[in-house]
């Protein structure tokens, strides 16, 4: 019966699938906002497209030289014209810039945290210390050979980074070894991982599930096989792994 | 380290917060910056000098531990870069 | 017939324009390859090979004569052959300043690496500059000394310059030989400095940067000097007079820069980054 009830759940996308093109469903108000942004650049891109594309077309189709024989020579100007296509494209970068500026600021925001993680990228995998609860963990991708049934190639790992959902969470990000880069699409998460420095991010999981990421900074042979898995769990449960 | 301390603040869900010093993404001062805090603390007040441990719980929740035991290191044979007198 | 005499003696007889085509010469393929050895040569020797201090010796052997040969060329064309019409001034010059102009870039590298460094020390370095443990020099010895010494030589070779516009002849020696007097006498307290120093090049990012900044300023100086002193002999042996000078203004013009850089010196790396 709850097998059956379990049809009207949504079923989320939280990795990669074959051939997908859009995004992976949002699970964070960060990557919530990245969408809501992607899709109003997209408005504006369709709208550009639409008119440039329109305009060239019928340029092209009334005033080819079969049309129109006799060409203009002295229409070199138009100020009407050429204001309108300045101050036009103008006024569209700055309605992009305001949203984009204040979802880059909304997201660099980090308020007060509960939990901070540190992650740290390893040729090749990524070692996790959650120091305000003394664990450290090094979370490696599991070989083809061990994965069971359900469990994703080149993207499960052996030990994921367990994390509690609703709660603000700073993610300090910094490397071992060479540039890696932390990234977790349906978080909205993608931070480089810079020897010697240590970069923050915050972000809240709305949401239980796995998500799954990968590194995305070139950093050696094995760049392809140090994947992210994140497991968010309720706040209470969190607390009772935690022993 | 006080062991029984240590097991009751641990299943607490808090950290150290936000740092309006340090309010970028870069936060390697932050945590260097509270790790020569707490020594400066203890060197003018003391081990057990009770406000000294918030630097310690900040440089601890943002430092790599590598960095630590790196420094550490670098305090005992007395080749820190930076000043540890208060 | 009658072309090829004009041909042949364009420079004689006549030619229709005011600039100079220069003739065939060894010397860019030789000079080119002698640069080749040159820097192959600082490689081989920085890293530590075999023998490859002798081959920087002979890079820099062969690149300096072949510029003294290229020069020596380039005077005889100049003033014994009269190629170097006022247009032809016109365009060297134009070459000098854009020279500076790409100088003043390769400084600004530098200072951008010490600004970088210093503004915002590194927590490798404690977060302070100059870096625990390092004793910087004072600004107030040997560097302010230093500095009047060059503005010094810059007013001298002002001096010198008018009296050779003027036809003072004496003047322009005297005032050329002091400036190259007080140029030594900056180079050699800036040797003294550096072996007293208490750090090196090698002591972190403050070695480096002091050390790279000063060091090519130095260099400049160098060749600041042996480009003045080219002047000086040249109006002690009458090439230069007074409405025909082009290298003698190039290198006030490149010393002004070197004394300019000097100045920027000495208030970041010096005062302000010493302190």
Redesign the interface.
Known sequence: MLQFLSLFNTIFNDAPQPWQLGFQDSAAPGFTGIVTLHNTIGFYLIVICFSVFWALFSIIYYYNTNKNPIAHKYLTHGTVVELVWTITPALILIAIAFPSFRLLYLM?E???????I?A?GHQWYWSY?L????Y?FDSYMLPESDLELGQFRLLDVDNKLIV?VD?HI?L?V?G?DVIHSYAVPSLGLK?DAVP??????SFLVERTGTFYGQCSEICGVWHGFMPIAIEAVS?PQ??IM?? | MSESA?TTS??V??????DARF???????????NYTDYFKCITAKGEDFAPCKQFKKAY???????WISKWDDQRENGT????LEP | MTKNYIKMNNKIKFQYFPYHLVDPSPWPILLSFSLLTFTTGAVLYMHGFNNGGLVLTLGFLLTSSGMALWFRDVISEATLLGCHTREVKNGLMLGVFLFIVSEVFAFLSVFWAFFHSSLSPA??????WP??GITPLDPFAIPLLNTILLLSSGAFITYGHHALIAGNRKAAIDGTLLTIIFAILFTGLQYYEYSEAGFTMADGVYGSAFYASTGLHGLHVIVGTIFILVGFVRIVNYHLTKSHHQGFEAAIAYWHFVDVVWLFLFLAVYFWGGA
Do not use: H, M, W
């Open positions: 660099d980090v308020i007060s945290p509960t939990l901070t540190k740290v210390e120091s305000d609860g003394c450290r509690p709660c700073r300090i910094t071992a931070l010697g420095r240590l970069n923050q991010v706040t969190f607390l935690g022993r | 240590e641990k299943y869900l808090q950290t150290v917060g936000f309010p970028n993404t870069n936060q390697t001062r932050n945590c260097f910056q601890n929740s943002l430092c790599p531990n590598e820190f870069p930076a000043s | 927590i490798e370095i404690g977060g302070s870096p625990l």
